[in-house]
């Protein structure tokens, strides 16, 4: 009896430094705007109003916020295993709208938008060489 | 700046078209536009040439323009290609547009080609991806049709539209493309039809999203001067507007602010207003987008479009004909080709030559093309209006 290779799966971001962990809290990481206060993420470092560079510095934002729209995506590249629900979170505190899957909820059920939500980490696809691709996600507040 | 007239256009079948290379497409719109031009091919002084996918499809980028050329022996003079996502062709039009306005040339070319059937959807699937910003949109799940689904949704919440409004989008897109000849699908499709084919991305089906395609299409523009040499029907260009997205993240995204601000620039330059439109080719590449974008553009007041597919008032005959070609969801969209082949609809329309889909009487004609998905907004919409 042979005996296979036990190769080595990675797990990988899908977004690489678009999450941190802390106490078991994942936050988003964005950038911040100290003259305006605007938030981004993705990060942008010259701050789309101010037009400056001055004061944008890297930040941990938020992992709540409340939903505000979504779709069920049922025809997608194999990996991504459609179905699945994706939508827009608005995240508080910072008022801005977050693209994500969304877990945590029977694809049946109806989510009304307003819905209060909460950041997930998890495996988000593999990809062609079995590494398990993670990410944020967002699920209806438990 | 100048007065600039189309004094030609040409476009190919848009349909199916594995076996038959992208040249050739382009060879044939394109020679079709210089003869209903009724000039030489060595009258052209500048050209720009618009496709968007071609370069992941097969590898063929960067040259597609004079590659093409070549075939119609355009050669020596200045030519450029032009990438900017469902906007490519439109954008072609306009820098040609501008070559002429401007007085730098008198004779200028415009030319869309693409091939989106590979044999392969998914790599077909991945070159439209390009249109989003693949890393933080793409890469998490989100689909074009995904991205529609979501204004829809929202849509929906905020004017109250039905499924069944935004269904009749498709099946008038889908009944003028019966009377177009040159359409991918000549065949027509009721409300239920629609809400019961195959579910793309709630609650967009199927027959609510525009069909991989494959075509080109060409026009010819000159000054003022210059046409009057070749042609006694010239169609003017009133204006030109392209606008890019305000990526901001707390826009609402049932409206897009770029489409309001090349609608409006377009009008302003042309001097008249939306009510003074007998025709408008609409970037339809799924049902929400005909109702987003004749809102945005301001052609109909905003929540009202539903109420105007309820009494019938965008079909050819109506208060004003939208997509009467059978738009993007009948005709087809081959990307780069569609902003070029809505220039061609108009013109024709115009001219009086549009057949079994004329628009009675028109003088006055519309044609928008928006592109992409960027941080959930649109990156690219481009907005000409065509007189007599």
Redesign the interface.
């Known amino acids: 009896m042979t005996t296979s290779v036990n190769e080595e799966k990675k797990v990988i971001e ?2 690489p430094g678009a999450f941190e962990i802390e106490d078991d809290h994942p936050y988003l990481v964005g950038t911040k705007c100290s003259k305006c206060g605007a ?4 990060p942008r470092f010259i701050c ?1 109003y101010c037009l400056t560079d001055e004061g944008v510095q890297k930040a941990r934002l938020g992992n709540k916020g409340t939903l ?10 194999k990996e ?1 295993n459609p179905p ?1 629900a ?3 979170v ?1 995240l508080e505190p910072e ?3 977050i ?3 969304l877990t945590g909820f029977d694809l049946e059920e109806e989510l009304k ?1 307003g819905t209060k939500m909460e950041m997930v980490i998890e495996r ?2 593999n990809d062609e060489h079995g590494n398990e691709i993670v ?1 944020y996600k967002f699920r209806p507040v438990q | 700046m100048r007065d600039v007239a189309v004094i030609g256009v040409g476009m190919t079948n848009f349909g199916k078209y594995l076996d038959t290379p992208i040249k050739e497409l382009g060879r044939v719109a394109t020679w079709d536009a210089i003869k209903d031009a009724q000039i030489s091919p060595k009258d052209i002084q500048i050209a720009y040439v618009g496709n968007a996918c071609l370069g992941v499809i097969t590898g063929q980028a960067m040259v597609l323009g004079q590659i093409i050329l070549k075939e119609v022996g355009i050669r020596g003079i200045p030519i450029t290609n032009v990438e900017n996502a469902c906007a490519s062709g439109s954008s072609a039009f306009r820098e040609a547009w501008m070559a002429v306005a401007s007085g730098m040339y008198d004779v200028a070319l415009a030319v869309g080609a693409e091939k989106l059937y590979a044999g392969d959807t ?1 790599l077909s ?1 991945k070159a439209l991806a390009g249109g989003s910003e693949i ?3 793409a ?5 074009m ?2 991205h529609w ?6 849509f929906m ?1 905020k004017y109250g539209t039905s499924r069944e409004q935004f269904a009749k989008v498709s099946v008038k897109n889908h009944k003028n493309g019966c009377l177009n000849p040159r359409s991918q699908y000549k065949k027509e499709c009721t409300v239920e039809e629609v809400l019961n084919s ?6 967009l089906t199927i027959l609510s999203c525009n069909p991989l395609g494959d075509g080109a299409a060409a026009a010819v523009l000159a000054s003022k001067e210059v046409a009057a040499k070749y042609t006694t029907k010239p169609v003017w260009v009133a204006a030109s507007a392209l606008s890019s997205g305000s ?4 826009r609402e ?1 049932s409206r897009n602010q770029l489409e309001e601000v090349a609608g409006r620039q377009a009008f302003e330059m042309a001097g008249i207003g939306p009510e003074d439109l007998d025709l408008a080719e609409v970037h339809d590449c799924f049902t929400i987008a005909e109702f987003m974008r004749v809102e945005g553009l301001g052609l109909v007041p905003e929540g009202e479009y539903g109420k105007w597919m309820d009494e019938g008032w965008s079909e050819i005959g109506g208060k004003l004909a939208v997509n009467p070609s059978g738009g993007l969801l009948a005709k087809g969209h081959p990307v780069g080709a569609t902003g070029v082949a809505q220039v061609a609809e108009v013109v024709w329309h115009l001219r009086e030559e549009a057949g079994e889909r004329q628009v009675p009487g028109a003088r006055v004609g519309l044609a928008h093309c928006s592109g992409g998905g960027v941080a ?1 907004d649109t990156p690219a919409c481009c907005v000409h209006i065509f007189k007599k």
């Open positions: 899908a977004i938030a981004f993420f993705p789309t505000y729209s979504y779709t069920i995506i049922n025809v997608a590249s991504f699945y994706f939508g827009f608005i008022k801005i709208r693209p994500s899957v938008s988000l696809r990410s | 998914r699937t890393e933080y949109e890469n998490l799940g989100l689909t049709p995904g689904a979501l204004r829809a949704k929202r919440e195959r579910m793309i991305a709630d609650p990526y901001d993240l707390d995204i959930s």
